[in-house]
């Protein structure tokens, strides 16, 4: 992809952005993006075969443009897997303010924009993957508490870190990203993480 094909890309996406999150908009056309790119709908088709394929790669986009690869990558190397889920977690609750305007617009979106479902739910599996992730190493690591299989854990813990339940608790019920953090940590310790083994000091013999 040339310079000039990749500006062209990113100006439509981040048109489709502003339109998607415009409060009250029930949906948003092709031809409503390339005016507000500035290009033309042949432009946009070239990009993006179909609607579904331009939501899909907005939600990639997003996910770009705030550094959510680079974030990742740094709480992974953390030196074990009880750490690099606990410094998900941190990292996360503060992610999540930069894309909640499209999440939600997504969100709002799904029940009457198969688009837009079939883009929520391609951004869903790309992280219950990546829950599956951390439960692999947790499992490899002996830390996964033992009643719980590994599809579960990934399940449970996409579930429990979910937009959804961010924007529940942080906008709607005006906790703190603080307090955010100490019970999602609070809950995986307790819920999917075996017991740490408290080592004692053998005694002297007197």
Known sequence: MSSKDGE????I???????????????????????AAGVSRQAVYLHFETRTQLLVALVRHVDEVHG??????????????????SEFIGAWAGYVAHITDV???????????EDAELAWRDRMRGFTGLCAGFVARLQAEGALAEEWSAPDAADFLATLLSIGNWQELI??????????????????????????????APRRRS
Request: charged fraction near 35%; aromatic fraction near 4%.
């Open 171 to 200: 906008e709607e019920r005006g906790w703190s990203r603080p307090r955010y953090v100490r019970a999602m940590r609070r809950i995986v310790e307790q819920s999917l993480l075996r017991p740490m083994e408290i080592k004692t």
């Open 103 to 113: 999440a939600r617009a997504m969100r709002a979106a799904r029940a009457t924009d």
């Open 8 to 11: 062209t890309r990113a100006a």
């Open 13 to 35: 996406l981040e048109a489709a952005r502003r339109l998607v999150t415009e409060s009250g908009r029930r949906g948003v056309s092709m031809a409503e993006i390339a005016s």
């Open 68 to 85: 959510f690869a680079d974030l990742v990558r740094k709480c992974e190397r953390a030196p074990d897997a009880r750490t690099i889920l």
